[in-house]
């Protein structure tokens, strides 16, 4: 398994720690690694195995290696492998909420417990934005590519994301400046460079398909 860092995150670091938000960054770093754990383990119980491990500003990331197998066994207009990146994106959201479960049943100071609950309660609602490659995304994308199809499934998801971040954006404009807090900048932020990174891969697939599309018509 192939093992990356993205260097951006000592920038990160630098800019909590500045602002003296480095507790809260460093404890929603370790439960976003426990979170990608709960990743890990679904994807090898599904039989994947993992590819990459990476290491971002805001979080880490997983991915595993492809099947022939799980392609061939179809489901609608989909096949059994956007089945299984379902279950593994819903495993990290679900990972973060036992964690809150536990925290609510074990003895810990206050602070510490609600500390707990609002890391990892950040961690659920980011994760599960409808933006893609987050794993609400994944979950939308998938269960779109079972119905649609994978074309139209990528297209849906696609203006899906930026609708959602234009939403997110206009949002978050008027709470930064309301309580001046560059957490909630760096987050909009991020969220803009994961969705321009995947529009683009998007747009290199969707110039593909129009081209086989055509060469279809031709025949």
């Known amino acids: 398994m192939r093992f990356r860092i993205d260097l951006k995150i000592f920038l990160f670091i630098f800019l909590f720690y500045f602002t003296k938000q480095i507790e809260i960054y460093a ?3 370790f439960f976003a690694i426990l979170h990608e754990l709960g990743h890990l383990l679904a994807g090898i119980l ?9 290491i971002m500003p805001y979080g880490v990331s997983i991915s ?11 489901i609608k207009c989909g096949n059994q492998l956007e089945l299984k990146k379902i279950l593994v994106a819903l495993a990290g959201p679900f990972t973060n909420i036992i964690i ?8 810990i100071d206050i602070f510490g417990g609600l500390m707990i609950l609002y890391s990892n309660l950040l961690l659920i609602l980011f994760n599960l934005l409808p933006i893609y490659p987050l794993d609400g995304g994944r979950v939308i994308k998938g269960i779109l590519h079972i119905f649609f199809g994978k074309i ?12 959602t971040l234009m939403v997110i954006t206009f949002i978050a404009s008027i709470v930064i400046y309301q309580v001046e807090n560059i957490a909630i900048f760096l987050i909009v932020l991020i969220l803009w460079g994961i969705f321009i990174k995947e529009d683009r891969q998007y747009e ?3 110039k593909i398909y129009q081209l086989l599309e055509k060469s279809i018509e031709i025949k």
Request: glycine share 2%; with cysteine; hydrophobic share 40%.
């Open 46 to 54: 599904l039989g994947m195995k993992p590819e990459k491990l990476e």
């Open 100 to 107: 809150m479960i536990m925290a609510c049943h074990i003895k």
């Open 204 to 206: 290199k697939r969707n």
């Open 64 to 74: 595993f290696k492809l099947t022939p197998t799980d392609y061939n066994k179809k």
């Open 152 to 163: 139209r499934a990528e297209k849906y998801t696609n203006v899906l994301s930026f609708v």
């Open 27 to 29: 404890m929603i770093m």
